[in-house]
């Protein structure tokens, strides 16, 4: 199981799901294992949506484990 990853405040869900599918595929072709993949996944997705709109900024320091 992977935890869920918190967030302050929801502001805008576009391209969240995009952006998670987008994490969890290049984990696949580079051989991370899935439960990375997935955590890595939340990680980001928890930042975009406390954005507003496709195109945010996000802290990468947040998506290393």
Not at 6 to 12: E, H, N, S, Y
Request: charged fraction near 15%; hydrophobic fraction near 45%.
């Amino acid at each position: 199981t992977v935890p869920a990853c918190p967030v302050t405040k929801v502001v805008d869900t576009t391209a969240a799901g995009d952006s998670f599918n987008a994490v969890v595929l290049a984990g696949l072709l580079d051989d991370t294992p899935l439960d990375d993949s997935i955590t890595h996944a939340c990680r980001l997705a928890s930042q975009v949506v406390q954005g507003k709109g496709a195109l945010v900024s996000i802290n990468l320091d947040l998506l290393d484990p």
